[in-house]
T-cell receptor, first 115, second 117 residues
């Protein structure tokens, strides 16, 4: 079974631009969570989607948004990029959500560099 | 709110020595606890987890951890370090029984493990 895939793996943008990152969960998984990893702040939760609905949201500004499609694939968008948005963005998928624990499987991440 | 503290951002051991990575948590509900490992330029891989039941949990690659509620700790150990264990390790907590945030993991700051020959 294929793992979580994230595209693109590397991305370079300039300040003020916007970016869209994509995540394809493991087949059959319906929950997708996004995390930002930076040297200074570590791993921080962005949001979680389940059945096309946002279930949880982290403490990030409104420039960070996401969505989930009917096939469970998810995208996250960052508008008006800032230098501090440079990070590794990790996506994780799990089978279900909300009612009990389901192991999260992580993708390799998208490395975003903002110049 | 939940939080995780990992004591020691860098730990160095000799090959064959005991590995001990410390993790303390804070949670208002019985937590689910995890240890993940991250190799350079890769995502996170689950080493082990505690949800309910036995407090001593065994994971992959010879790692184990013990949930101690009275100490709010979940330290990771391995009896004998191997060169391939060199990586960054993250302790994490999510909403446990009665909670609603199963999909949200709160991570510690990470501990880089170096293994010397």
């Amino acid at each position: 079974k294929a793992g979580v895939t994230q595209t693109p793996r590397y991305l370079i943008k300039t300040r003020g631009q916007q970016v869209t990152l994509s995540c394809s969960p493991i087949s059959g998984h319906r929950s997708v969570s996004w995390y930002q990893q930076t040297p200074g702040q570590g791993l921080q939760f962005l949001f979680e989607y389940f059945s096309e609905t946002q279930r949880n949201k982290g403490n990030f500004p409104g420039r960070f948004s996401g969505r989930q499609f009917s096939n469970s694939r998810s995208e996250m968008n960052v508008s008006t990029l800032e230098l501090g948005d440079s990070a590794l963005y990790l996506c994780a998928s799990s089978l279900l959500s909300g009612i009990s624990y389901n192991e999260q499987f992580f993708g390799p991440g998208t490395r975003l560099t903002v110049l | 709110a939940q939080s995780v503290t990992q004591l020691g951002s860098h730990v160095s051991v000799s090959e064959g020595a005991l590995v001990l990575l410390r993790c303390n948590y804070s949670s208002s509900v019985p937590p689910y606890l995890f240890w993940y490992v991250q190799y350079p330029n890769q995502g996170l891989q689950l080493l082990l987890k505690y949800t309910t039941g036995a407090t001593l949990v065994k994971g992959i690659n010879g790692f184990e951890a013990e949930f101690k509620k009275s100490e709010t700790s979940f330290h990771l150990t391995k009896p004998s370090a191997h060169m391939s264990d060199a990586a960054e390790y993250f302790c994490a907590v999510s909403g446990g029984a009665g909670g609603t945030s199963y999909g949200k993991l709160t991570f510690g700051q990470g501990t880089i493990l170096t293994v010397h020959p």
